[in-house]
């Protein structure tokens, strides 16, 4: 069974740092790309951040310069460290897992597996 738990999530003031986690079990985890999603309140599920098997990242306009993507094949996991925190970033964020393409990277249908989320939130 693929379980993908995420952590590091919280409280934290504006332009201060978080670093997020997702441990990923059940699946041979080199065989994925891994995302990053978030859900603010009455808002859709919008695409954070992407790495690919082989390490190539994307990222959202929204956040480029500020958060930055990595995974650790050893370790099953995959982690945005995100500086620079803004109000505007409060959301549940969501790990996904991806081992086929079948949609744009930045949308969230496209992905075969989702983690519980974890709350951010940014105070002003």
């Known amino acids: 069974q693929v379980q993908l738990v995420e952590s590091g999530g919280g409280l934290v003031q504006t332009g201060g740092s978080l670093r997020l986690s997702c441990a990923a079990s059940?699946?041979?985890?080199?065989?994925?790309?891994m995302a990053w999603f978030r859900q603010a309140p009455g808002k859709e599920r919008e695409f954070v951040a992407r790495i690919s098997r082989i390490g190539i990242t994307y990222y959202a306009d929204s956040v480029k310069g500020r958060f930055i993507i990595s995974r650790d094949n050893a370790e099953n996991t995959v982690a945005p460290q995100m500086n620079t925190l803004k109000p505007e970033d409060t959301a549940v964020y969501y790990c996904a897992a991806d081992r086929v393409l079948t949609e744009a990277y930045y949308v969230a249908r496209g992905y075969d597996y989702w983690g519980q989320g974890t709350q951010v939130t940014v105070s002003s």
């Open positions: 059940g699946l041979t985890f080199n065989s994925y790309a």
